[in-house]
């Protein structure tokens, strides 16, 4: 099993900027795929971004172009760089990977877009 801890989430305007980390534990980050999922009150989780262990990457299309995944492997570590947020980007945003088979998720982080 992998361990997942986000941050960086938190209260941004609109057209606001946030930058969130995911930091893995254990020795095997750099063969994960990686992704961020998130889910709105009342809505099912929903895949934002994913990054392979060779760092190709792949968006949902409501945030291409805004929105920038990518890791570092030195620090055990997934970002997503989220620019131009709109308010009904306000969810809980995920880490998640798979290992043998088995989901990983942490625990989230909280971002709301608001003025």
């Known amino acids: 099993q992998v361990q997942l801890v986000e941050s960086g989430g938190g209260l941004v305007q609109p057209r606001g900027s946030l930058r969130l980390s995911c930091a893995a534990s254990?020795?095997?980050?750099?063969?994960?795929?990686m992704a961020w999922y998130r889910q709105a009150p009342g809505k099912q989780r929903e895949l934002v971004a994913g990054?392979?262990?060779?760092?190709?990457?792949n968006y949902a299309d409501s945030v291409k172009g805004r929105f920038t995944i990518s890791r570092d492997n030195a620090k055990n570590t997934v970002y997503l760089q989220m620019n131009s947020l709109k308010p009904e980007e306000t969810a809980v945003y995920y880490c998640?990977?798979?290992?043998?088979?088995?989901?990983?998720w942490g625990q989230g982080t909280q971002v709301t877009v608001s003025s």
């Open positions: 998640h990977t798979t290992v043998a088979l088995f989901d990983c």
């Open positions: 254990g020795s095997i980050f750099s063969i994960l795929a």
């Open positions: 990054i392979t262990r060779g760092g190709s990457t």
